[in-house]
Structures are given as structure tokens and as C-alpha cells.
């Protein structure tokens, strides 16, 4: 989520001559004289004293639009060095300085705000909202100044950071002028533009709302930005948005899929985050079916293998994360294994400081072994890998949980649990039994007793002393969960017949 904006307008002082007009009143005389002598003699301009605030405020409610623009100027000067708590006073000068019909007035106030939002504490954004600057911040957006808008849209991109500004900033028409300017030829325009629509998409309604509007559209043709920042934040909010079965079908149907295709062009550029999150996108696009066909059909497997080996953790967590959901197609397995993915799935699972890496490529060992990938699984060593996972007390649980399920499915082909036992036999299945035993999660149980069981069927002893079932059925973990109950049941019956057939 961009927790930054794009200001786009510079900080400049007045040199108007008439800002000290003989006809001034004498009390506006005194407040312009006060906040020169302030700017003179400030070096590192910040907070003003209180007698410099209530200047400065007396001279933003002038009806002179010069004095105005002094104001303004002022403001956007000290919001820039800012630090403290904004004052609701300040914010609302500011407020009514937006609303003046002057571009400059309006260039330095949106400024001003804009900073305030950003470099100033968390609460700012709370005060700035309560002060009622969303309104003419939106109405800013339609101005015919590219400066104008781009600090307004930068503003409220800021705004846009916490979950009631996100519904609040739709809730009063921001939408729609954002995705206008989002086809903006100002790139500066573009990105703030992007970086508020990437922002309100994390809520649900704005997501239903963004599709409502025809904002898909426009979010395809920013992904062909050459600009890094419009590439990250667009494919951030195609993510977002895939996350809804009905709106990943909407997205597909906008230029026949092409979505696809600009999502895979992005696998190849040189910025990491515009990499990661084309992978998330391309990861939840691949919750469908026949979008995990569609992406292995457009070479999507050729682009994602190089990133398994990227140094950048993001990167590649979200690549093996892409391909776990395409192994999920029953035709793709063969491909994936043809593509030469294995050896890295094995290393991926290595890496213990990448544990949702971890847990992704164990998913993906699994699916494959779903679909009849053994010899290949074998072969390859990852399933040494994985059995390698059960005595590593470090293992996180959900990788477990992912490993063990392969283990299970392998055990119950003929073919590979004769090859599996040759390889690691009795110690396996004590390990097997010791996690049955002792593990918090439960899937990781389930699968473990699965595996004994379809051991215990092949006649073999699960732990070297066993003279009878009785011990090893007691050391099961028991549960009044009906499939753990019945699993229990099968698995103690295959010891028996196990131990009455030696």
C-alpha cells in the first residue's frame, strides 16, 4: 500500500511588491509585517509561535486574494519542516483556502495538506478529515491545472491509509475522478492517481464499486506504463480485486484475457516489487481453473522459474506462491515437472527463513503427487527433502502440514512406498509416529497416522520393539473428531494385520 505521495508543486515565496499596499488596514499591516519578519529570520523554518499562527490565520480569511496567496505560501512552507500535531485551526484555514478561485491559492493550500498527511503524525490524518478537506480535496481533482491535481490526488492517496478514509473517500465520489485522471499524460498525476486506487481497493465495496464504474479498463492500460511506481500500484490493485471469483471472471473478459499476457511482461522487469506483485495478481487470477490452463498456455511457467531463484525474499515467495496455484490443474503437473521445477521446489523447502516459501513449494509437492507425479517426485529428491522436514524441529506447521499430505499421497501408491521404505524404512516411521503423537496441528497428525497406515497395510513393523499393536495403537493421538476417530480405527487395524501377518 503506497504510504507516499507525489507533491507536485514546488515552494516559492512572493515578491509582489503590493503585499504591503498603503491601503492595507492596519491590522492586516501588522499580520503581513509579523510573518515577514518570521520568514526573515527563521533559517529552518517550523513550527510558527502562537503569535505567528494567529497572524497567519487572520491573513488566509482576507478577501484579498494577494494576501491569500501569502498565506497559502506561508503554510506550504512550514508544513514542509512540520513535525508536531496540527492544530484543527491551521487545517482549517486551509480547508477555506482550497475552496478559493485561485490556482495559486489553491496550488500551495493542497500543498500544504498534502504534507501535513504525510510527514506529520498519524492523528494529522484524522484531524484533516474531521475539518472536512475531502470535499473541495475531490473537487480539486477536476481543476484544469495539472498541479493542482496531482497535489490533490496525492493528498488524498495519503488519506487513503486507513480503513474508514478508504470507505470515505468513495463514499463522497472520489472514484471517478480518479480513474480519469489516472489516463492522465502527466506522469506525476498518474502515479498519485494509480497509488489512491491501489489504496481504496483493499476494501471490499470500493472493489465492487471500482468494477461498477468500468475502472478494469483503465487498470489494464496502466499496467502498459513504462513507470515503476504506475506498474507496482496497478498490479497491487488487479490483486486486490482478483480476490472476488465474480470480478477475476470481469477482469478476464476485458481485451480477451490480455490481462494475462501484460502481468507475464511484467515477470521480466528489473524492480523486484513491480515483479512481486505481478505474481500476486497472476497467483489469485490462478484461483480458477481455467486461468491456470490460460497462463501455462501463454509460457507463464518459463517466466516464473527464474524467480524461484531470486535473492529478493518478496519476489520469490510470490512466484512459488503463482505456480502452487497453477500446479492445481489436473494437465499441468506434466509441465511443471518438464519445466525443470522440481530441483527448485527442493531448495525452496531448505530455506527456513523463508517459511511461507516454504510452505508454497510444500503445497506444490503435494498437488503434484495428487496428480500421479511420483517417479518424478522420487527421482528428483524432493521427497528425501521432505521426509528430511519431519526431524527438523524448526519446521513450522504449516509446512508440515503441506509435506506430510505429499508423504501420505506417496504412501499410498505401491510404486512409491516400496522405494520410500528402502530409503529411510523403520526410521520414517518412527518419525512419523513421534509427530502423530506429538504435534499441536492437527492436519499434521492426520496425515502422519494416514501415512502409518498406508505403511502398516504393506506389512511392515512401524517401530523396531513392536511385538504387538497395543503399543503403538496407545501412543496415537485420540480425539473425538470423527475422521481422526476413524482414521485411528483403520490405522490400529493395519498394525494388526500388519504384526499377525510376520
Known amino acids: 500500500m503506497p504510504g507516499s505521495s507525489l507533491c507536485c508543486w514546488g515552494r516559492k515565496r512572493s515578491n509582489e511588491d503590493g503585499i504591503l499596499h498603503p491601503l492595507l488596514p492596519d491590522d492586516e499591516r501588522q499580520a503581513i509585517n509579523e510573518l515577514l519578519q518570521f520568514f526573515r529570520t527563521s533559517v529552518d523554518i517550523g513550527q510558527p509561535t502562537e503569535e505567528q499562527m494567529r497572524s497567519l490565520l487572520y491573513v488566509s480569511y482576507s478577501e484579498r486574494v494577494d494576501l491569500q496567496r501569502t498565506a497559502a505560501l506561508c503554510f506550504a512552507e512550514i508544513s514542509a519542516r512540520m513535525q508536531a500535531e496540527v492544530k484543527m485551526e491551521m487545517v482549517e484555514a486551509l480547508v477555506s ?58 493528498c488524498i492517496t495519503t488519506l487513503a491509509t486507513t480503513e474508514v478514509n478508504k470507505r470515505n473517500v468513495v463514499e463522497h465520489g472520489a472514484l471517478r475522478p480518479l480513474l480519469q485522471l489516472a489516463r492522465s499524460s502527466d506522469a506525476r498525476v498518474q502515479r498519485n492517481a494509480a497509488g ?192 528430511d522436514l519431519l526431524d527438523n524441529s524448526r519446521c513450522p506447521d504449516a509446512v508440515l502440514a503441506e509435506s506430510t499430505a505429499a508423504l501420505a499421497i506417496l504412501c499410498a501408491a505401491e510404486d512409491a512406498l516400496g522405494e520410500i521404505m528402502s530409503k529411510r524404512g523403520k526410521p520414517l516411521c518412527r518419525s512419523l509416529l513421534v509427530r502423530a503423537k506429538d504435534s499441536q496441528d492437527a492436519e499434521v497428525r492426520y496425515n502422519c497416522i494416514g501415512a502409518l497406515g498406508h505403511i502398516a497395510m504393506e506389512g511392515v513393523q512401524v517401530v523396531d520393539s513392536l511385538t504387538s499393536p497395543i503399543p503403538w495403537c496407545s501412543m496415537l493421538p485420540r480425539t473425538l473428531h470423527m475422521h481422526f476417530d476413524w482414521l485411528h480405527v483403520w490405522a490400529c487395524a493395519a498394525g494388526f494385520w500388519a504384526v499377525f501377518h510376520e
Open 97 to 154: 483556502l482550497l475552496q478559493v478561485h485561485d490556482v495559486e491559492v489553491q496550488q500551495a493550500s493542497s500543498l500544504a495538506l498534502s504534507n501535513l498527511a504525510l510527514k506529520g503524525p498519524a492523528v494529522n490524518k484524522r484531524t484533516i478529515m474531521q475539518a472536512g478537506a475531502l470535499r473541495p480535496l475531490i473537487s480539486l481533482l477536476s481543476s484544469s491545472n495539472e498541479d493542482v491535481q496531482c497535489n490533490a490526488c496525492g
Open 196 to 387: 489512491a486506487i491501489l489504496n481504496i481497493t483493499h476494501i471490499d465495496t470500493n472493489r465492487e464499486e471500482m468494477v461498477r464504474c468500468n475502472g478494469l479498463p483503465v487498470l489494464l492500460d496502466l499496467l502498459q506504463s513504462s513507470d515503476r511506481d504506475v506498474q507496482y500500484y496497478t498490479a497491487a490493485a488487479l490483486s486486490n480485486i482478483a480476490v472476488s471469483e465474480q470480478h477475476r471472471a470481469t477482469i478476464i473478459a476485458v481485451n480477451n484475457g490480455s490481462v494475462l499476457n501484460h502481468l507475464l511482461q511484467l515477470l521480466s522487469t528489473s524492480s523486484n516489487k513491480v515483479k512481486s506483485q505481478a505474481c500476486l495478481a497472476l497467483r489469485n487470477l490462478a484461483s480458477d481453473d481455467v486461468n491456470q490452463e490460460r497462463i501455462v498456455h501463454l509460457g507463464g511457467l518459463v517466466h516464473l522459474l527464474p524467480l524461484l531463484h531470486s535473492q529478493d525474499q518478496e519476489t520469490c515467495t510470490a512466484a512459488i506462491a503463482a505456480v502452487r496455484n497453477i500446479s492445481i490443474h489436473d494437465g499441468n503437473a506434466v509441465h511443471i515437472v518438464k519445466g525443470n521445477f522440481l530441483p527448485e521446489l527442493s531448495t525452496l523447502l531448505t530455506k527456513e527463513r523463508w517459511p511461507e516459501a516454504q510452505c508454497h513449494a510444500a503445497g506444490t509437492l503435494r498437488n503434484l503427487a495428487a496428480e500421479k507425479q511420483t517417479l518424478a517426485l522420487l527421482k528428483s529428491g524432493c521427497i528425501d527433502t521432505v521426509m
